[in-house]
């Protein structure tokens, strides 16, 4: 049996709605960030890094939502990436940027601490972090353009990782519904069973009005 391991609305939600899209039977476990149970003793032996998402298989543990989500599309549900190698490449790179530029866009807002220990300059970080994570989003949405999913027509273990940041976009803020795209994607990935059991388990900010 998969184990899952995950914290409410943070990036693992990517790997969560990869995991019930697939149709894979797994268990799962909440984290609280709110308690530091990422950093308990407990928890750092599944991930030495105290981080999540983390996935634990026969074999070992995975750790990263891009291996994550290929992993468990390769294993339990082949469509849910390309299987043309170019495409596949398209849908790796895409991840690789969100888990390499997006996500560390927004974790200058969320912990400057993790870039500067000059305390003065952490307002002037979240400010940077802010408006490029906003850039960030604006990509997304231009990316989206004339599109169904995230790849075109066929969803995909990409889909659920983009839609972390419009959440996060609209917990901190953000104009998210200007961007007309972006907006209309996160409705129809609203309204996948699999994606809606996520953010129900998670009571996702996505569900508020
Ligand atoms: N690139 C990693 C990022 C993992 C990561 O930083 N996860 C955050 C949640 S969004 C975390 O566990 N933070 C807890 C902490 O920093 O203490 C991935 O995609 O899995």
Redo the contacts with the bound molecule.
Sequence with gaps: MLKFYY?PG???TASHIGLEESGAKFDSQALS?ATNE??SAEYLKVNPR????ALVIDDGTI????AILDYVAGKYAPQLMPKDLVQRARAISLMAWF?NNV?PSFTHIS?PERFATDTSVHDHLKAVGRENFHANLKEIDGLLAGKQWMLGDAFSVVDGYALVFYGWGKRIGLPVAELKNYTAWKDRMLARPAVKRVLEREQSVLLAA
């Design positions: 914290a943070a990036c693992s960030f990422q950093k105290g981080r999540v998402p750790v990263e939502n891009t888990s996500h912990r």
